[in-house]
């Protein structure tokens, strides 16, 4: 019998390009989605009086969207990904791609408070 035949080159590429890709953006989503989980704790803990009625079950699912939502947010970054890997600029990217990670991490955590503050606060009775 014959082993499977081997990925076409550039098939080949496409997916060490993505395992790499991987290795580095996943283990970083779990510390993204902590410092999401960190921000909505602490709006909830300091604004405790006012939150506490929004607290049923009927919360879970609408919160769970929006985690998804965080999290598909997230992923748009092997569009950026992927392209610079397979440029003349990946020795850079490989490099600096923490600091797109920071912004990025940055960028959320300021819409989720604007979203909190103006969008679900203001509603919570």
């Known amino acids: 019998m014959n082993p499977t035949p081997p990925l076409p080159r550039t098939m080949h ?13 996943e283990l ?10 960190v921000v909505t704790v602490t709006w909830v803990v300091t604004t405790w009086p006012h939150f506490c ?7 879970i699912p609408p919160l769970t969207v929006l985690a998804l939502l965080a999290n598909v947010c997230y992923s748009a970054v092997y569009l950026v990904e992927l392209p610079l890997v397979r440029s003349t600029l990946q020795a850079s990217w490989l490099r600096w791609r923490w600091a797109l990670w920071v912004a990025g991490t940055l960028f959320a955590v300021v819409l989720e408070n604007y979203w909190i ?8 009775r």
């Open 28 to 37: 970083r989503r779990i510390f993204y989605n902590l410092v999401l989980f």
């Open 117 to 124: 503050a103006d969008e679900i606060f203001p509603f919570v």
């Open 53 to 59: 009625p929004a607290f049923t079950l009927e919360i």
């Open 13 to 25: 590429h496409l997916s060490t390009d993505f395992s790499s890709a991987a290795r580095f953006w």
